[in-house]
């Protein structure tokens, strides 16, 4: 079992509909959650950034943790064609000496039809 | 959030010859810089962590003597590919965190390989 599970994809949605990504982890050292987004031949973009179990809103976009489930997910309101893009899920555990391992979940390729 | 700048965003070369690719922080320190490919359609995998200072740390099976590795600065790391082959065309991307207490990465650009 990999340590970090996402679903590919792609998704496809219409305009003006709530997306919902998720990824599931198997290691409980998984301490602080990330969603990146990245566009087509750039670098990630850091969405949210979370570190405890709940809900974490920033405009349009709601991060949410369940630590007891191992479970998270990034919802998307209203979503809109510049949204468009391959999000990924990365999780960070302390690895020690003072450094942290990030893991990346292989990224939701999304779509959203005008 | 913090800015993390990449050179060059892409470039071609001919196998057998070497190039080298920047990561610069722009507005924070980076005592230590991580080095990604990623192939298409795949997550990120990562290659190398760079260290101001000292010797990068090499995540299995990357050849440290092929893809060299040099953070002579708290703003800069470089890795240089050598004796480029077709198989090393690729999308490199690095990251930092500023720290303080900040644990979240930043990314460059990235810079997409091709080796003809």
């Known amino acids: 079992q990999k340590e970090v599970e996402q679903d590919p994809g792609p998704l496809s949605v219409p305009e003006g509909a709530i997306v919902s990504l998720n990824c599931t982890y198997s290691?409980?050292?998984?301490?602080?959650f990330m969603w990146y987004r990245q566009y087509s031949r750039k670098g990630p973009e850091l969405l949210m950034y979370?570190?405890?179990?709940g809900n974490k809103e920033d405009g349009r976009f709601t991060a949410q943790v369940d630590k007891s489930s191992k479970y998270i997910s990034l919802f998307i309101r209203d979503s809109q064609p510049s949204d468009s893009a391959t999000y990924l899920c990365?999780?960070?555990?302390?690895?020690?000496?003072?450094?942290?391992?990030?893991?990346f979940g292989k990224g939701t390729k999304l779509s959203v039809i005008p | 959030g913090a800015v993390v700048s990449q050179h060059p965003s892409w470039v071609i070369c001919k196998s057998g010859t070497s190039v080298k690719i920047e990561c610069r922080s722009l507005?924070?320190?980076?005592?230590?810089m991580f080095w990604y490919r990623q192939f298409p359609k795949q997550s990120l995998m990562l290659m190398a962590t760079?260290?101001?200072?000292?010797?990068?740390?090499?995540e299995q099976g990357v050849e440290k003597d092929k893809f060299l590795i040099n953070h002579a600065s708290l703003t800069l790391s470089t890795l240089t590919v050598t004796s480029a082959h077709p198989e090393d065309s690729s999308f490199y991307i690095c990251?930092?965190?500023?720290?303080?207490?900040?644990?979240?990465?930043?990314f460059g650009q990235g810079t997409r390989l091709t080796v003809v």
């Open positions: 990251s930092a965190n500023p720290g303080q207490g900040r644990t979240e990465a930043f």
């Open positions: 290691n409980s050292a998984f301490q602080y």
């Open positions: 979370t570190y405890s179990s």
């Open positions: 990365a999780l960070r555990a302390y690895s020690g000496a003072g450094s942290y391992q990030l893991t």
């Open positions: 507005d924070f320190q980076a005592t230590t």
């Open positions: 760079s260290n101001e200072g000292s010797k990068a740390t090499y």
